[in-house]
């Protein structure tokens, strides 16, 4: 049985991944990659990439392929292009790329931490109304530990690796 860090190690022997400041130098050049952002709604609201498509994780499959409501056109028509997936950590993010490639996708990389990351290299992020991002007020955000309720119970061992 997997867990959910097996699952991500399984995809990132499969799925390349390039720093926020690679991602940015890749940003200047002509072949463009298409930066896909598959957070939820309001987390993309509140700060993405400038440029950046988004598609939520739960509709990419439908967004990768015509004749869905979800269909992305620029997205389906990327398959040879370079396309970098973007979550918050890099977690999600490596799942995605790993199912892109399952869809022919040729060129998809994640994002190696995330928006994080990107955030915490001060590279710039706009929200919906395209105004810049503060990066601190934004970190704080983003650094927000797990709530209590969310962690294993004393005694009990979270699952690791495969079982």
């Not at 007020?137 to 004393?154: G, M, N, R």
Request: hydrophobic residues 40%.
């Amino acid at each position: 049985m997997h867990t959910y860090e097996s699952l991500v190690n399984e995809a990132l022997e499969t799925v390349a991944e390039i720093f926020p400041w690679d991602l940015e130098d890749a940003m200047d050049i002509d072949e463009k990659p298409l930066i896909v952002d598959i957070r939820e709604p309001a987390k993309f609201t509140m700060a993405h990439i400038e440029g950046s498509l988004h598609v939520p994780r739960g509709q990419l499959e439908g967004a990768c392929e015509w004749n869905y409501l979800e269909t992305e056109p620029e997205l389906v028509m990327a398959r040879e292009r370079p396309v970098v997936l973007v979550c918050c950590s890099g977690r999600r993010s490596a799942l995605a790329g790993r199912t892109m490639m399952l869809l022919g996708y040729r060129n998809v990389k994640s994002l190696k931490t995330g928006i994080k990351g990107w955030n915490d290299s001060d590279l710039p992020l706009i929200d919906a109304e395209g105004e810049c991002v503060d990066a601190d007020e934004l970190d704080e955000i983003l650094s927000k530990p797990v709530p209590l309720e969310k962690l294993a119970p004393e005694g009990i061992k979270p699952r690791s690796g495969h079982d």
